[in-house]
């Protein structure tokens, strides 16, 4: 590829509109360009490395058996009314009606078409185990799409559906792609971590995230310091703390006028927030829900979702707050609260806490449950934190950031039961198949790697994932034998199969070195000065910034060398 032929366009400045640095960087090397929200063009060098990510991804899933196949991004609602999806989706799903008044939808992702596939061609055991995988372009229509490729609306995702005659054979399927999944982003060269999630909107019985580590991430991981321990925050579980073994203390209703934080409550009774409990109200599916969590905790989301059951829960704001329970923010609690309640663990295992007295500028002291109130649920509702020990082996956890590239599931037989995809079995009954989904942010993946391959000159892309392995200057343009050089160069090594960008422009050596930093290609290789002088190629590596001086002759050997160095990793 000729830089003086390409569309590259790099830009000097940082666009005001990327907060993080993949994205920044992406711009400005001139690899993506923004269409609309969440929706990008992907430039020469932008889908280069999308293609080396999808090259990489295609080479293991057919390795672990699976069948690459493409299916339509167009959907019919219709299969979607089946699984009872199209209502629960929201509104990521984008709807839409054709000409003959049919609804639609935009995939974002292929549980229904895989099953109507799979239950009209699978009669029989026999036809099973299957995994069928593509590549291909998905719609959801986020709510905030930001970060450029990393939270798209439109984005290119792998996805691959495994269909089993039983639990057993399916967990050996899963098994598979959790290791094709291993061996694809360690070629990828990313430094990540497998862990224990959610499983979300897509249902199922367990799951494993694939986490970029990074300092962006959207993510939060728990990781133990002392086993192998991972989990994804919203999923980790925090252990059950043993019961206070005080005796119940009488209650006492206590006026604080006008305190209502919880650090200004606690200042004013002297007391700590661990000896607070907080009253927070949620919508559940449109009901209100109170959470009782200590006055220094946080509610996981996620596991709140989980206990009652919804696709969502969101905090209500003042207003919504008093209209639910008539009790001024600041000044809930549970004793005599109108709306459904459920504590977290640590919550049950306290005694004679402080919480508001559901009444404007008065608190209650000694409030114990059982006593002073019941709960609907008792669960681990909390957000777990670094103090908490590990719950595999109790000892120090460590939090990071990860930026989420890969997701495996077990489904089980949801879907198939949902959408009748039934096989008949070698004992001639009709059993459900059973499932597993597995996806793989592939544009994602170009983002995340960016994220943690950066300097502040430009991106540090990993070899095996680079849109070019070399980028070769010619700091002579009008110079004959540096020219004749570099040609000479540039076809040798694109007749060995390197990808190499030929920098053969009119510029000045500072801003050909500036943008080779920034577009981040591994490999640079200097046909200058050095050369016209002593008939020597400069090899720097951009990771490091170390340099080789090498006599034309050796350069397409040495580069070889590194570059299968880098695929065998
Ligand atoms: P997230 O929690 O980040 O929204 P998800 O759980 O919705 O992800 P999956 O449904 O498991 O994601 O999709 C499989 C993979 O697709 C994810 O692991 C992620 O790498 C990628 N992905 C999901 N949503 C997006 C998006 N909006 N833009 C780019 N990649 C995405
Ligand atoms: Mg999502």
């Not at 005001?16 to 923004?34: D, P, Q, T, W, Y």
């Not at 016209?532 to 190629?537: A, Y």
Request: charged share 30%.
């Amino acid at each position: 590829m000729r830089f003086s032929k390409s569309l590259i366009p790099t830009l000097k400045e940082n666009p005001a509109e990327a907060e993080v640095s993949s994205h920044r960087l992406l711009l400005r090397a001139g690899f993506i360009r923004k269409l609309t929200a969440g929706i990008y063009t992907y430039l020469p060098l932008g889908l280069a490395a999308v293609r080396k990510v999808e090259n990489i991804v295609r080479e293991e899933m057919n390795r672990a058996g699976a069948q690459e196949i493409l299916m339509p991004m167009v959907q019919p609602a219709d299969l979607w009314h089946e699984t009872g999806r199209y209502e629960k989706y929201g509104p990521e799903l984008l709807r839409f009606v054709d000409r003959h008044e049919r609804e639609s939808c935009l995939g974002p992702t292929h549980e229904e078409v895989i099953t109507d596939l799979l239950r009209r061609e699978v009669r029989s055991y026999r036809d099973l185990p299957q995994n069928l995988y593509q590549i291909q372009t998905k719609f959801r229509d986020e709510i905030r799409p930001r970060f450029g490729l990393m939270r798209g609306r439109e984005f290119i995702m792998k996805d691959a559906y495994s269909f089993d005659v039983d639990d057993r054979s399916a967990e050996e399927s899963y098994q598979r792609m959790f290791d094709a999944y291993m061996r694809i982003f360690s070629r990828c060269g990313l430094d990540f971590r497998p862990v224990e999630a959610d499983s979300g909107t897509i249902g199922g019985s367990f799951s494993h995230e694939f986490m970029v580590l990074a300092d962006t991430g959207e993510d939060t991981l728990v990781i133990c310091s002392s086993c192998d321990y991972a989990a994804n925050s919203e999923k980790a579980a925090v252990m059950a703390v043993t019961e206070d073994p005080s005796p119940m203390l009488d209650l006492e209703k206590i006026e604080t006028p006008g305190k209502r934080k919880v650090p200004v409550v606690c200042e004013f009774l002297g007391i700590e927030a661990q000896e607070l409990v907080k009253t927070m109200v949620f919508s559940a599916a449109g009901e209100p829900v109170a959470v009782l969590v200590r006055g220094d905790r946080e509610v996981q989301d996620v596991k709140l979702k989980n206990l009652l059951g919804v696709a969502d829960v969101e905090m209500l704001g003042d207003k919504d707050v008093f209209d639910a329970t008539g009790v001024p923010t600041g000044y809930l609690g549970p004793i005599g609260l109108k709306i459904k309640l459920v504590v977290d663990n640590e919550v049950a295992a306290m005694k004679n806490f402080v919480t508001g007295a559901n009444e404007k500028n008065y608190h209650c002291r000694n409030v114990n449950m059982g006593r002073d109130f019941e709960a609907s649920a008792v669960a681990d509702l909390r957000q777990i934190t670094d103090t908490d020990p590990c719950p595999s082996c109790g000892e120090k956890l460590v939090m990071r950031e990860g930026i989420e590239v890969g997701h495996v599931f077990k489904l089980g037989t949801g879907y198939s039961e949902a959408m009748h995809a039934v096989f008949q079995d070698s004992d001639g009954q009709d059993k459900p198949m059973v499932m597993g989904c597995y996806g793989i942010g592939v544009s994602r993946i170009v983002a995340a790697a960016i994220e943690q391959n950066h300097d502040e000159n430009g991106m540090v892309f990993p070899l095996p994932i680079a849109p070019m392995q070399v980028i070769l200057l010619n700091l002579g343009v009008k110079d004959v034998q540096i020219t004749e050089a570099s040609e000479l160069l540039y076809k040798e090594l694109l007749e060995k199969g390197v990808d190499v960008l030929l920098d053969d422009r009119d510029e000045r050596p500072g801003s050909k070195f500036k943008d080779a930093d920034l577009l981040g290609i591994p490999l640079r290789l200097t046909l200058g000065k050095s050369f016209s002088k002593n008939g020597l190629v400069e090899l720097r590596h951009r990771s490091n910034g170390a340099t080789e001086e090498l006599l034309p002759h050796q350069v397409t050997e040495r580069v070889l060398k590194i570059i299968n160095l880098a695929a065998t990793k």
